[in-house]
């Protein structure tokens, strides 16, 4: 079980520790315990109640009647009620509440909601991409276990599997030739397969080589499928200190092909070689999918 300060509850849930405190001594929403200096300490389950009382409170709800609810009408009161298709705020509350109970049936029904109502690349920007951000900031605090993230990385990658099955096929003759893949010893999947629907929802050709490709693998692709672009993301590998040799050598492999790098170390400082692009954020990503959009000439 993890414990929590009141700040990280005001990160995690958006309501500001001002009103948790209010809520907590006006309507009894949260019983903290306290450390020795007298400081407040929250659990998992406070966390999770607070979510949902947010949740419910951000839909017109009256403080005083959510105070009364126990915690099973809370829970029913949130997925009864999760309707309102821009709300994301309420959506990523509804899914951290339902990650901490290891509760999958409503981890899906509430990703399968948001997928019908949003689109899936809507549900991933708006709704998925923040819930994860939220999860790295329970990472920092040593308040989310393996198995947790384990469950919902899962889920989300489900999701966009078979979202992308169900795109209609593209003839890779007549389209731009993308070669996905992450690095020897990379397992962070999720953007990756994220970019991969992205392109072929927009009738680009995908060569998706996925996790753990050693670097030499590429030469022979390149070789015998003459792909437009190469695009990698690097989050945890290689090393640091080893980032600017390893495109490099990216870039020997397949010379004259478009390199596209995206991911936390693609942002170190190091010098880039030509015809390659550090892609800062996913929306610049999604920017240059639209740009090469459609049938190229052949």
Request: some cysteine.
């Amino acid at each position: 079980m993890g414990y929590f300060s009141i700040s990280d509850l005001e990160q995690l849930s958006g309501v500001k520790a001002h009103t948790i405190r209010v809520w907590e001594q006006r309507y009894g929403i949260l019983q903290p315990a306290r450390t020795a200096t007298n400081i407040r300490t929250y659990c998992e389950d406070d966390l999770r109640r607070l979510l949902n009382v947010a949740t419910l409170c951000d839909r017109g709800y009256r403080i005083s009647k959510v105070a009364s609810l126990s915690e099973e009408d809370l829970s029913t009161a949130v997925l009864a009620g999760n309707d309102a298709a821009h709300n994301y705020c309420q959506r990523v509350n509804a899914l951290l509440a339902a990650m901490l109970a290891m509760d999958e049936c409503q981890l899906v029904y509430l990703l399968d909601q948001a997928i019908q109502q949003l689109g899936l690349e809507e549900a991933i920007l708006r709704v998925a991409y923040p819930f994860l951000q939220r999860i790295g900031i329970m990472w920092q605090a040593g308040t989310v276990n393996p198995a947790q993230e384990h469950l919902i990385t899962n889920l989300l990658r489900q999701k966009m599997l078979a979202g992308t099955d169900a795109l209609p096929p593209v003839s890779p003759a007549s389209a731009r030739r993308w070669v996905l893949f992450l690095p020897e010893r990379e397992m962070h999947e999720l953007a990756l397969l994220f970019m991969n629907y992205v392109l072929r929802a927009r009738q680009h050709h995908v060569l998706y080589l996925g996790q753990n490709l050693p670097a030499a693998e590429l030469q022979a692709v390149c070789v015998s499928y003459q792909p437009h672009a190469l695009l990698t993301v690097m989050t945890a590998v290689p090393e640091r200190d080893e980032v600017g040799n390893f495109v490099q050598q990216l870039r020997s492999y397949c010379p004259g092909t478009e390199l596209y790098l995206y991911g936390p170390l693609a942002q170190l400082d190091f010098p880039l070689p030509p015809e390659t692009t550090r892609l800062a954020l996913i929306t610049d990503f999604i920017a240059l999918a639209d740009v090469g959009a459609g049938a190229v000439k052949v």
